[in-house]
């Protein structure tokens, strides 16, 4: 019976919460927002901590960068810390319990680093935009 209690927290804690980005391949830009997403199941806790961590650094790096996400949302953009976003390599995001308990980790990213935001290639106007309004026209009686 041990062994088939066992084989069971197995199989629902491989089934838990799973960042799917970013990736090793995406990474994050080091320019505004960044996209954090995830996958989830039915029995994984209700509200989590987004947590960008780095152990590879000194001293380790340990940012919230928000609390309290609902995990039906599935994707969330986050806004870089106040200081800005960080440059380098070795970047996790990490889903935590919450932001009381940040080594209580529900589910890790892949290593990843910050790159510079590219730029569209495509034709762009310096001119601004107006747009006409048209006010409606009343029949008087």
Do not use: E, K
Not at 72 to 101: D, E, F, K, M, R
């Amino acid at each position: 019976m041990r062994t088939f209690a066992t084989i069971l927290a197995f199989a629902a804690s491989a089934m838990a919460y799973s960042v799917t980005a970013p990736t090793n391949a995406t990474g994050f830009s080091t320019s505004g927002q960044n996209t954090v997403s995830w996958s989830m199941v039915s029995t994984d806790a209700a509200n989590f901590t987004i947590v960008l961590s780095n152990q590879q650094v000194n001293p380790p790096v340990q940012q919230i960068l928000a609390a309290l996400v609902v995990g039906t949302l599935g994707t969330i953009q986050v806004n870089p810390p106040s200081t800005g976003w960080p440059t380098g390599s070795g970047y996790q995001i990490n889903l935590v319990a919450n932001s009381q308990q940040l080594s209580s980790i529900l589910a890790q990213s892949d290593q990843f680093s910050f790159h510079a935001p590219t730029s569209s290639s495509g034709s762009s106007s310096s001119l601004p935009t107006t747009s006409l309004v048209v006010p409606p026209t009343f029949s008087g009686q």
